[in-house]
């Protein structure tokens, strides 16, 4: 089992950046992939970015091309999420997830845990 903390959401202005934080427990996650999603106010989760097991590879969609980061610290444990040029419609719940294989997916059935989700509200 794998427990999953996101941590670095806020009210956030319009341009502004943010950097989001996911902490692995228990078991560890270095074996695996790691991926972002988030959910906006009446609408689906949707996939937002991951990263392979290594860190040398990644996947994003293409609304966020450009303007968000992912990268991870095996040794640590923990995946992060960096945000440029926030926009309203970025507003959303985002969580973090453990793949199920070490290779970056994007559908959220190739994700066996997931975090909480934490709050990021864009300002405009």
């Known amino acids: 089992q794998v427990q999953l903390e996101e941590s670095g959401g806020g009210l956030v202005q319009a341009g502004g950046s943010v950097r989001l934080s996911c902490a692995a427990s228990?078991?560890?996650?270095?074996?695996?992939?790691m991926g972002w999603f988030r959910q906006a106010p009446g609408k689906e989760r949707e996939f937002v970015i991951s990263i392979d097991r290594s860190g040398d590879n990644t996947y994003y969609a293409d609304s966020v091309k450009g303007r968000f980061a992912i990268s991870r610290d095996n040794a640590k444990n923990t995946v992060y999420l960096q945000i440029h040029s926030l926009k309203p419609e970025g507003t959303a719940v985002y969580y973090c997830?453990?793949?199920?294989?070490?290779?970056?997916?994007?559908?959220?059935?190739?994700?066996?845990?997931w975090g909480q989700g934490t709050q990021v509200t864009v300002s405009s």
């Open positions: 228990g078991r560890t996650a270095s074996d695996r992939a």
């Open positions: 997830a453990v793949a199920r294989t070490a290779y970056y997916d994007s559908g959220s059935g190739g994700y066996e845990y």
